[in-house]
């Protein structure tokens, strides 16, 4: 069985700081998703990252995969207050039983001015 | 451009009354999805189908039903809701079942009495 974890679950931090999101997960896959969630909304894809070694960045976010470790991080420079939302990262296998993506519980990030 | 489209958007039911959820794409897709989010359990897969005339189950499928109607819709029907039921449904579809992003709908908030 597929388990995808974050750490932290919860994040409250001061804008301007940087941080990192953990995300392991328990089999071999070389494809990992970032989606980010505002409340009360639906998810929105940031990062695909489709090889190991892959590093993806879009603005103060910066996402990375080694498919060795199984551990993908999000990275957070600078934060701004805009960045607040829940982010989930999701892996996907090809076959044994877990078609379609499978999801971590997701980190809610607070940045406060 | 409507993406994924899912109707009602919100819905009480009581305990035992049976509803469908709607879910159409208009992005040519041959992958849709049902996710149901909780808090603090992140997204979990009820039923996915990977093309038109297939479906299969995901991790949480008691007490749930789907019809993949046509390439474009995908509907998810509770025939006796029940309380742990409350929730909400999120629609997604993917190019191909396992190659790629998902793309959401915004959401359908279920609450059963």
């Known amino acids: 069985e597929l388990k995808v974890e974050q750490n932290p679950l919860f994040l409250s931090m001061q804008e301007g700081k940087n941080y990192t999101i953990y995300c392991n997960y328990s089999t071999t896959s070389d494809r990992l998703y970032w989606y980010r969630q505002d409340p009360g909304k639906s998810l929105e894809s940031l990062f695909v990252l489709l090889s190991n070694g892959a590093v993806k960045q879009e603005g103060r976010l910066m996402a990375s995969l080694d498919t060795k470790a199984r551990l993908s991080t999000l990275h957070i420079t600078a934060a701004v207050h805009d960045l607040s939302a829940t982010y989930f990262c999701a892996v996907d296998i090809i076959g044994g039983g877990a078609d379609g993506l499978t999801f971590g519980k997701g980190t809610h990030l607070i940045i406060q001015p | 451009n409507a993406g994924v489209t899912q109707t009602p958007k919100f819905q009480v039911l009581k305990t035992g009354q049976s509803m469908t959820l709607q879910c159409a794409q208009d992005m040519n897709h041959n992958s849709m999805y049902w996710y149901r989010q909780d808090p603090g359990m992140g997204l979990r897969l009820i039923y996915y189908s990977a093309s038109e005339g297939t479906t299969d189950k995901g991790e949480v499928p008691n007490g749930y039903n789907v019809s993949r109607l046509n390439k474009r819709e995908f509907s998810l029907r509770l025939e006796s809701a029940a309380p742990s039921q409350t929730s909400v449904y999120f629609c997604?579809?993917?190019?191909?079942?396992?190659?790629?992003?998902?793309?959401f709908g915004e959401g359908s908030r279920l609450t059963v009495l």
């Open positions: 997604a579809s993917s190019v191909q079942i396992n190659t790629g992003e998902l793309f």
